[in-house]
């Protein structure tokens, strides 16, 4: 665990706790942006896609069809 977050432990603010666990879980995947320079901004595209593709049938009766048209359409 980052040597920071140790501090930010000790010094026992409560609002920064929540903070320093999310960061201790995901320090990885943080780091790894800045590495990388990967983010999930391509899968949180096609979900947004999805909704919208959802939303303009007014929800799915037929779950093997829509699963055909999104594959249709956004494969």
């Keep these: ?3 920071i977050l ?3 432990r000790q010094a026992a ?6 903070i320093a666990r999310t960061m201790s879980i995901h320090y990885k995947n ?3 942006y800045f590495d990388n320079r990967n983010t999930n ?5 096609f979900n947004a896609k999805i909704k919208a593709f ?5 929800g799915v009766r037929n779950v ?8 249709t359409i956004f494969a």
């Design 6 to 8: 140790l501090k930010v």
């Design 30 to 32: 943080i780091l790894n």
């Design 64 to 71: 093997n069809f829509f699963l055909y048209r999104l594959t």
């Design 13 to 18: 603010f409560i609002s920064f706790n929540t």
């Design 54 to 58: 959802r939303a303009q049938f007014r």
């Design 1 to 3: 665990m980052p040597q």
């Design 41 to 45: 901004a391509s899968a949180e595209s």
